[in-house]
């Protein structure tokens, strides 16, 4: 499937300001973020097409948040499915819920839409807005001098090198920037087959939810899609397949029936069916010089919630302002920041998605009382699965757990499994505790590219020597003023739209700002 410009040669553009490596999801939404930061980017990809392969579906509100900046969300979800929850069905009649529909956004759902479809969009804004998309084109390696990145690509018609301030590697799993970089990835691979089959279903699915089907050995989401289709997918039993084997629809559709949901979980017609490995990986570092990781190149995690698409959007967010920053002196600091708050925010993605312990809980809720104890356990995990409310913590804290999760056969200890609490679930900040902290993301913020914004409750003007050149200012929302920490009166929000520090009421009192210093702040803006 063919659904961008023709391809073109390094040769024909030889120079950029940022080389990306990887027209993916990540690799196109940091193209056209840069674009819209009015950074020249050329984008490359061995690939002479499109994967057709859907792969990854949830599109969530911070991913849709952003899309909604370039003018794309709408484009997106005419491609898609939107759903206002997810449901969880057990063989005993239990049913838990977790609601997306209060969430502080403008768009208080999730979208399921095909990864190809999100990749088609993406790639059509950003060679529409003057980027250049390189499809046929292999990396094979780089080397650095001081202010610029040389790669070196082969094509059909034999090498060409491309030389750029900056090279981002959003080259997927098996990234062949991170090798050339020899950074590490470690983790863990689970030790059972992922079974997954596309189709139409043979009973039409809530057209507003998705859903887990959980059985005494296994579980599978039922994901709809457009054209009235669904992806049901998962771990259904502790069976490890040969790699290079095929799945018949046979087999699938009788290890499915072992879960006990019958009709629920059964086919009509059957248009895709495989199996396939899950990983949970982390890079051990995400910048080298002048080259960063950004998506499944940097870290990998389980498809609990959805989060894969969405973490590599968030890198692309958290880098196109930092890519966009003048001088080398304020990129390399601001990149320092991206690592230290990337590889944090993708080992918390990992946390809140080892929901095998909080499964097993369903399993056993066999009484009313223990059924409401599950769902009240639910509380946060749309907080957490739309990444509205993502915090990075300031400059010199104590540093957050990135490693790996456990072993996902290991359900004995939730809180070795999930890094949480007894109750079986990671311990999840619910909406009410959250703060504007510097770190805190201010979800529904809408930043303009490259400026700072200050926030502020009426009648506290900023005193503008304190803040970075171009500070845009706004007041304070009802719904923002009661995330103010005791006694500040502003924040300072970065382009990215997490808190850069607060003010009290004393305008010149600030807290430690987090990502660049005061000063790489002006710089930087």
């Known amino acids: 499937m063919n659904r961008n410009t023709p391809s073109a040669r390094a040769n024909d553009h030889r120079t950029t300001d940022v080389l990306v490596v990887g027209a993916g999801p990540t690799g196109l939404m940091l193209g056209c973020l840069l674009a819209h930061h009015g950074v020249?980017?050329?984008?490359?990809?061995?690939?002479?097409?499109?994967?057709?392969?859907?792969?990854?579906?949830?599109?969530?509100?911070?991913?849709?948040?952003?899309?909604?900046?370039?003018?794309?969300?709408?484009?997106?979800?005419?491609r898609g499915v939107r759903q206002l929850r997810i449901d969880f069905h057990t063989p005993h009649e239990a049913l838990f819920t977790v609601d997306f529909t209060a969430l502080d956004t403008a768009f208080p759902y999730y979208v399921n839409v095909p990864q190809p479809e999100v990749e088609a969009v993406l790639a059509d804004h950003f060679t529409a807005t003057g980027g250049r998309l390189l499809r046929g084109l292999r990396y094979t390696g780089h080397h650095e001098d001081e202010?610029?990145?040389?790669?070196?690509?082969v094509a059909d018609d034999g090498p060409h090198t491309i030389t750029a301030r900056h090279l981002v590697g959003a080259d997927g799993a098996s990234s062949a920037v991170r090798t050339a970089l020899g950074i590490d990835f470690p983790g863990i691979t689970y030790p059972m087959s992922y079974l997954l089959a596309e189709g139409a279903p043979l009973r039409p699915a809530d057209p507003?939810?998705?859903?887990?089907?959980?059985?005494?050995?296994?579980?599978?989401?039922?994901?709809?899609?457009?054209?009235?289709?669904?992806?049901?997918?998962?771990?259904?039993?502790?069976?490890?397949?040969?790699?290079?084997?095929?799945?018949g629809i046979r087999h699938f559709q009788e290890t499915v029936d072992t879960l006990g949901h019958g009709p629920a979980l059964r086919f009509e017609r059957v248009d895709r069916i495989a199996h396939y490995q899950v990983h949970e990986r982390l890079a051990e570092r995400f910048t080298r010089g002048r080259t960063v990781l950004a998506g499944d190149a940097a870290h990998l995690n389980s498809p609990a919630g959805g989060q894969a698409m969405n973490t590599g959007f968030g890198d692309a967010w958290a880098l196109a302002w930092r890519l966009a920053a003048p001088g080398d002196?304020?990129?390399?600091?601001?990149?320092?920041?991206?690592?230290?708050?990337?590889?944090?925010a993708a080992a918390e993605v990992?946390?809140?998605?080892?929901?095998?312990?909080?499964?097993?809980s369903m399993r056993r809720a066999t009484t009313a009382p223990a059924r409401s104890s599950v769902q009240e356990s639910l509380t946060g995990y749309a907080e957490a699965w739309s990444q509205l409310y993502l915090r990075y913590r300031p400059t010199g804290t104590a540093?957050?757990?990135?490693?790996?999760?456990?072993?996902?056969?290991?359900?004995?200890?939730?809180?070795?499994?999930?890094?949480?609490?007894?109750?079986?679930?990671?311990?999840?900040?619910?909406?009410?505790?959250?703060r504007l902290h510097p770190g805190a993301r201010v979800p529904?913020?809408?930043?303009?590219?490259?400026?700072?914004?200050?926030?502020?409750?009426?009648?506290?003007?900023?005193?503008?020597?304190?803040?970075?050149?171009?500070?845009?200012?706004?007041?304070?929302?009802?719904?923002?003023?009661?995330?103010?920490?005791?006694?500040?009166?502003?924040?300072?929000?970065?382009?990215?739209?997490?808190?850069?520090?607060?003010?009290?009421?004393?305008?010149?009192?600030?807290?430690?700002?987090?990502?660049?210093?005061?000063e790489t702040e002006k710089e930087a803006a």
């Open 399 to 434: 540093p957050e757990d990135t490693t790996a999760a456990t072993a996902p056969e290991d359900t004995t200890d939730a809180g070795t499994a999930a890094g949480g609490t007894a109750a079986g679930r990671p311990a999840l900040p619910p909406r009410a505790e959250h």
């Open 208 to 247: 507003d939810a998705s859903a887990m089907y959980i059985g005494p050995a296994g579980a599978v989401s039922l994901l709809p899609l457009p054209q009235g289709t669904v992806r049901i997918a998962g771990p259904v039993s502790s069976e490890l397949l040969d790699r290079d084997g095929e799945l």
């Open 444 to 518: 529904g913020h809408r930043p303009e590219p490259g400026h700072h914004t200050w926030l502020h409750l009426p009648g506290t003007p900023p005193d503008r020597t304190h803040l970075p050149p171009r500070t845009r200012t706004a007041e304070l929302t009802p719904t923002q003023r009661a995330w103010l920490p005791a006694g500040a009166t502003a924040v300072l929000v970065r382009p990215d739209g997490h808190v850069a520090r607060t003010a009290g009421a004393d305008p010149h009192t600030t807290t430690t700002p987090t990502g660049a210093t005061a």
């Open 40 to 78: 020249d980017c050329t984008v490359i990809d061995r690939r002479e097409d499109i994967d057709p392969r859907t792969r990854a579906v949830m599109v969530h509100a911070a991913g849709l948040e952003i899309l909604d900046t370039l003018g794309l969300r709408t484009a997106v979800e005419d």
């Open 329 to 344: 002196t304020t990129r390399a600091a601001l990149l320092a920041d991206y690592d230290r708050e990337r590889r944090a």
């Open 147 to 153: 202010h610029t990145v040389t790669a070196r690509t």
């Open 350 to 360: 990992a946390r809140t998605t080892a929901v095998l312990p909080l499964l097993d």
